[in-house]
Protein backbone atom coordinates (compact mmCIF):
# COMPACT_ATOMS: atom_id res chain seq x y z
CA UNK A 1 0.00 0.00 0.00
CA UNK A 2 0.92 3.70 0.36
CA UNK A 3 2.99 5.02 2.09
CA UNK A 4 3.63 9.10 2.75
CA UNK A 5 5.81 10.53 4.96
CA UNK A 6 5.65 14.44 6.07
CA UNK A 7 8.22 16.75 7.53
CA UNK A 8 9.22 18.78 9.58
CA UNK A 9 6.76 17.43 12.54
CA UNK A 10 6.47 20.90 14.06
CA UNK A 11 7.63 24.10 12.19
CA UNK A 12 8.01 27.99 13.98
CA UNK A 13 8.31 30.96 11.53
CA UNK A 14 8.08 34.49 12.14
CA UNK A 15 5.20 36.34 10.53
CA UNK A 16 5.82 37.34 7.03
CA UNK A 17 8.32 34.53 6.36
CA UNK A 18 7.59 31.62 4.17
CA UNK A 19 7.04 27.91 5.56
CA UNK A 20 7.70 25.06 3.32
CA UNK A 21 6.26 21.74 4.16
CA UNK A 22 7.23 18.14 2.41
CA UNK A 23 6.16 14.75 1.78
CA UNK A 24 7.38 12.15 0.16
CA UNK A 25 5.18 8.77 -1.32
CA UNK A 26 5.94 5.51 -2.38
CA UNK A 27 3.10 3.85 -4.51
CA UNK A 28 3.82 5.54 -8.54
CA UNK A 29 -0.25 4.80 -8.79
CA UNK A 30 -1.66 7.75 -6.71
CA UNK A 31 -2.23 10.73 -8.52
CA UNK A 32 -4.06 12.93 -6.85
CA UNK A 33 -2.26 15.10 -3.91
CA UNK A 34 -4.30 17.29 -1.78
CA UNK A 35 -3.15 19.19 1.29
CA UNK A 36 -5.38 20.10 4.17
CA UNK A 37 -5.56 22.60 7.09
CA UNK A 38 -6.79 21.25 10.40
CA UNK A 39 -7.30 23.22 13.39
CA UNK A 40 -7.91 22.18 16.67
CA UNK A 41 -11.39 20.17 17.12
CA UNK A 42 -12.23 21.08 13.69
CA UNK A 43 -12.15 18.80 10.66
CA UNK A 44 -9.70 18.63 8.03
CA UNK A 45 -10.41 21.66 5.30
CA UNK A 46 -8.99 21.34 1.74
CA UNK A 47 -6.30 23.82 0.77
CA UNK A 48 -4.90 23.21 -2.57
CA UNK A 49 -4.72 20.03 -4.67
CA UNK A 50 -2.43 19.06 -7.66
CA UNK A 51 -2.76 16.06 -9.90
CA UNK A 52 -0.09 14.21 -11.83
CA UNK A 53 0.07 15.70 -14.90
CA UNK A 54 1.11 18.84 -13.38
CA UNK A 55 4.54 20.19 -11.41
CA UNK A 56 3.45 23.50 -9.80
CA UNK A 57 -0.07 25.18 -8.61
CA UNK A 58 -0.43 28.30 -7.45
CA UNK A 59 -3.11 29.90 -5.42
CA UNK A 60 -2.46 33.34 -4.04
CA UNK A 61 0.22 32.68 -1.10
CA UNK A 62 -0.11 29.00 -1.45
CA UNK A 63 1.62 26.95 -3.85
CA UNK A 64 2.18 23.61 -4.21
CA UNK A 65 5.25 21.42 -6.30
CA UNK A 66 5.47 17.69 -7.29
CA UNK A 67 8.46 15.65 -8.52
CA UNK A 68 6.68 12.68 -10.08
CA UNK A 69 10.21 10.89 -10.52
CA UNK A 70 11.58 11.35 -6.78
CA UNK A 71 7.87 10.59 -5.47
CA UNK A 72 7.77 14.30 -3.52
CA UNK A 73 5.59 16.96 -3.55
CA UNK A 74 5.71 20.21 -1.05
CA UNK A 75 3.83 23.20 0.09
CA UNK A 76 4.87 26.28 0.20
CA UNK A 77 3.07 29.22 1.91
CA UNK A 78 4.67 32.41 1.57
CA UNK A 79 3.89 36.29 3.45
CA UNK A 80 2.85 34.10 6.63
CA UNK A 81 0.38 35.31 8.55
CA UNK A 82 -0.65 34.57 12.47
CA UNK A 83 -4.16 32.89 10.99
CA UNK A 84 -2.14 30.50 9.13
CA UNK A 85 -1.20 28.31 12.36
CA UNK A 86 -2.88 25.12 12.13
CA UNK A 87 -1.78 21.41 11.44
CA UNK A 88 -1.10 21.00 7.88
CA UNK A 89 -1.71 17.58 6.46
CA UNK A 90 -0.42 15.90 3.36
CA UNK A 91 -2.19 12.85 1.11
CA UNK A 92 -1.76 10.87 -1.49
CA UNK A 93 -4.20 8.90 -3.44
CA UNK A 94 -5.09 7.34 -6.84
CA UNK A 95 -8.26 7.98 -8.01
CA UNK A 96 -11.16 6.20 -6.85
CA UNK A 97 -8.95 4.66 -3.57
CA UNK A 98 -8.54 6.01 -0.11
CA UNK A 99 -6.39 9.17 0.66
CA UNK A 100 -3.04 8.16 2.69
CA UNK A 101 -2.58 10.94 5.06
CA UNK A 102 0.92 12.20 6.09
CA UNK A 103 1.62 12.34 10.10
CA UNK A 104 0.89 16.07 10.07
CA UNK A 105 3.02 19.43 10.33
CA UNK A 106 2.10 21.56 13.00
CA UNK A 107 3.00 25.07 11.77
CA UNK A 108 3.14 28.25 14.14
CA UNK A 109 3.27 31.74 13.02
CA UNK A 110 4.54 34.06 15.30
CA UNK A 111 3.50 37.65 15.54
CA UNK B 1 -18.75 22.65 -2.48
CA UNK B 2 -20.18 18.92 -0.84
CA UNK B 3 -21.38 18.47 2.36
CA UNK B 4 -20.62 15.65 5.31
CA UNK B 5 -22.62 15.70 7.99
CA UNK B 6 -21.72 13.92 10.98
CA UNK B 7 -22.97 13.41 14.62
CA UNK B 8 -23.03 13.38 17.39
CA UNK B 9 -20.06 16.03 17.27
CA UNK B 10 -19.76 15.07 21.02
CA UNK B 11 -20.17 12.17 23.11
CA UNK B 12 -19.30 11.24 27.07
CA UNK B 13 -20.25 7.52 27.58
CA UNK B 14 -19.57 4.63 30.31
CA UNK B 15 -17.20 1.79 29.71
CA UNK B 16 -18.98 -1.22 28.09
CA UNK B 17 -21.53 0.84 26.12
CA UNK B 18 -21.93 1.19 22.53
CA UNK B 19 -22.02 3.84 20.28
CA UNK B 20 -23.32 5.00 17.42
CA UNK B 21 -22.23 7.58 14.80
CA UNK B 22 -23.19 8.70 11.81
CA UNK B 23 -22.39 10.39 8.63
CA UNK B 24 -24.28 11.76 5.52
CA UNK B 25 -23.46 12.71 2.52
CA UNK B 26 -26.17 15.61 2.14
CA UNK B 27 -25.68 16.83 -1.66
CA UNK B 28 -24.10 13.91 -3.20
CA UNK B 29 -23.83 9.82 -3.68
CA UNK B 30 -20.93 8.29 -1.40
CA UNK B 31 -20.56 4.84 -3.00
CA UNK B 32 -17.49 4.67 -0.69
CA UNK B 33 -17.07 7.00 2.71
CA UNK B 34 -13.69 6.44 4.95
CA UNK B 35 -13.42 6.42 8.71
CA UNK B 36 -10.41 7.74 10.43
CA UNK B 37 -9.79 8.18 14.41
CA UNK B 38 -7.55 10.64 15.30
CA UNK B 39 -5.52 10.55 18.63
CA UNK B 40 -4.37 14.37 20.13
CA UNK B 41 -1.42 16.11 17.84
CA UNK B 42 -1.46 13.12 15.54
CA UNK B 43 -2.35 12.44 11.87
CA UNK B 44 -5.67 10.68 10.45
CA UNK B 45 -5.92 6.99 10.91
CA UNK B 46 -7.73 5.32 8.47
CA UNK B 47 -9.86 2.73 10.18
CA UNK B 48 -12.07 1.14 7.55
CA UNK B 49 -13.21 1.52 3.55
CA UNK B 50 -17.67 1.31 4.23
CA UNK B 51 -18.90 0.40 0.55
CA UNK B 52 -22.62 0.92 0.35
CA UNK B 53 -24.25 -2.21 0.31
CA UNK B 54 -21.38 -4.73 1.41
CA UNK B 55 -19.09 -5.18 3.96
CA UNK B 56 -16.24 -2.39 5.28
CA UNK B 57 -12.71 -3.34 4.32
CA UNK B 58 -10.95 -3.14 7.80
CA UNK B 59 -6.95 -1.60 8.15
CA UNK B 60 -4.49 -3.96 9.60
CA UNK B 61 -4.87 -3.79 13.69
CA UNK B 62 -8.17 -3.00 13.29
CA UNK B 63 -11.08 -5.34 15.13
CA UNK B 64 -14.32 -5.26 12.85
CA UNK B 65 -15.84 -6.63 15.75
CA UNK B 66 -15.18 -3.93 17.93
CA UNK B 67 -15.93 -1.31 15.11
CA UNK B 68 -18.87 -2.09 13.41
CA UNK B 69 -19.64 -0.18 10.05
CA UNK B 70 -22.91 0.10 8.20
CA UNK B 71 -23.26 1.32 4.98
CA UNK B 72 -26.71 1.09 3.78
CA UNK B 73 -27.47 3.79 1.60
CA UNK B 74 -25.80 5.77 -0.85
CA UNK B 75 -25.88 8.62 1.73
CA UNK B 76 -25.11 7.22 5.02
CA UNK B 77 -22.96 4.90 6.97
CA UNK B 78 -22.48 4.51 10.48
CA UNK B 79 -19.89 3.27 13.06
CA UNK B 80 -20.90 1.57 15.90
CA UNK B 81 -18.18 1.76 18.96
CA UNK B 82 -18.98 -1.77 20.60
CA UNK B 83 -18.27 -2.10 23.77
CA UNK B 84 -15.84 1.08 24.84
CA UNK B 85 -13.52 1.27 26.61
CA UNK B 86 -11.17 4.43 27.80
CA UNK B 87 -8.55 3.72 24.97
CA UNK B 88 -11.17 4.07 22.56
CA UNK B 89 -11.56 7.88 23.30
CA UNK B 90 -10.50 9.57 20.17
CA UNK B 91 -11.47 11.78 17.43
CA UNK B 92 -13.71 9.68 14.80
CA UNK B 93 -13.47 11.83 11.42
CA UNK B 94 -15.71 9.96 8.58
CA UNK B 95 -15.32 11.31 5.02
CA UNK B 96 -16.65 10.96 1.73
CA UNK B 97 -14.83 11.02 -1.72
CA UNK B 98 -16.83 13.06 -4.29
CA UNK B 99 -15.46 12.65 -7.80
CA UNK B 100 -11.46 13.52 -6.53
CA UNK B 101 -11.76 15.91 -3.83
CA UNK B 102 -12.34 14.09 0.06
CA UNK B 103 -15.12 15.74 2.24
CA UNK B 104 -14.79 15.75 6.18
CA UNK B 105 -17.54 15.37 8.47
CA UNK B 106 -17.41 17.56 11.48
CA UNK B 107 -15.71 14.40 13.86
CA UNK B 108 -16.64 13.19 16.85
CA UNK B 109 -15.10 13.05 20.26
CA UNK B 110 -15.26 10.19 22.24
CA UNK B 111 -15.08 9.95 25.64
CA UNK B 112 -15.07 7.06 27.35
CA UNK B 113 -15.69 7.05 31.73
Known amino acids: GENVEQHPSTLSVQEGDSAVIKCTYSDSASNYFPWYKQELGKRPQLIIDIRSNVGEKKDQRIAVTLNKTAKHFSLHITETQPEDSAVYFC??????????FGTGTSLTVIP | GAVVSQHPSWVICKSGTSVKIECRSL??????MFWYRQFPKQSLMLMATSNEGSKATYEQGVEKDKFLINHASLTLSTLTVTSAHPEDSSFYIC?????????FGQGTRLTVV
Open chain 1, 91 to 100: AASNTGNQFY
Open chain 2, 95 to 103: SGRGETEAF
Open chain 2, 27 to 32: DFQATT
